[in-house]
């Protein structure tokens, strides 16, 4: 999807260049797998440092420390990675990937990272390439959806039990943020049947709120920065904004965006008290439900899928960008480390990382299960975020 010149861009100072990306799924996957989990000799270690993790930097000046000039050429990257591949590959293939005996292969923990690890790098590699000029990549057209929608309602989610975090045995594969099973006890609230659309937004902005990063104001209106293409701004498409800026909405609406338990609460519970799997039921995510796996690059009407309601009557829950929740990121109970990436989550347990459920347009729905967290900084702008206002 990008230009070959640009595989030394960085469109977001605060990631690594594209040239990173390249040599870091597959050094990733055959350090996680090969080195570490089966114990398999080194390919090139000065090249599997230089590319075995990325970068989160507060701010700037952070994210300077970490700039380097000195990325290997292309081609050089690409044999590093085909090396990697190769032996990902055999390993995937041949290899005793389950152990209960090494902890790294406990239930093949080691494989099943490398799989999710890569899937979650489809997606923030897609926020990346957004900020890409578009005279640097290739577009992919498709035709954007819009309409007039009513004012949304508010839904009345009454008193009950959300269930946060599986028991280990409950997954075939889990993070580590994700297991620890927790029932929490949530009064009554109200919750807007759909997020906060770009229609919603705008008379924010027309009050003195921020405007979304992605909006771009020409001609006297205000047109979207789609992946491709701007198009003139789609009303009915849920506004994504960073979750300091959410806050700032739902306060001027004299609301609040939702836990995580009420967001747990909307999206599984029910009426009989029974959780379920996901919003519409115990069906697997299918394209009728929401807009996810890549089934589009950009969002769509946030009634574009009625299938998808929770039992609430509560929409578009999961898919169509991320939801925010007020809920920093935080072990559960009896949290403990993963022995094949232990630090996943705890360098991000820092009280400035905020909770994010659900799905976005680009987030495989492999990906797609109650227990998955998603989390980043208050202020970052990049990601595929939306939200939804309780009372
Ligand atoms: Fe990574």
Known sequence: MIDDGAFYDRPIPLRHPFAFYEGHIPAFSFLTLNARGLGEPSIDPAFERLFERGIDPGNLDEARRHGRTDWPDRATVAAFAAACDERVTRALESAKLEDPAVPRL?????????????????????????????????PIAAPHADHTLAETEMRSVPAGTATLGAEIDELEFGWDNEFGRIAIEVPAFEIATYPVTNRDWNRFVADGGPVPILWRERDGGWFLRCQFEEIPLPGSWPAYVTNEQARAYAAWRGMRLPTEAEYHRAAFGSPSSEERPFPWGAQAPAAEHGNFDFARFDPEPVDAHPAGKSAWGVADLVGNGWEWTSTPFAPLPGFEPMASYPQYSTDFFDGKHYVMKGASPVTPRELIRRSFRNWFYGNYPYMYAKFRCVA
């Open 106 to 138: 406990v239930r093949a923990q080691a494989a099943y990272t490398i799989l999710e690890h890569e899937l979650m790098h489809h997606e923030t590699l897609m926020y990346i390439v957004h900020q890409l000029a578009y005279d640097r990549k290739r």
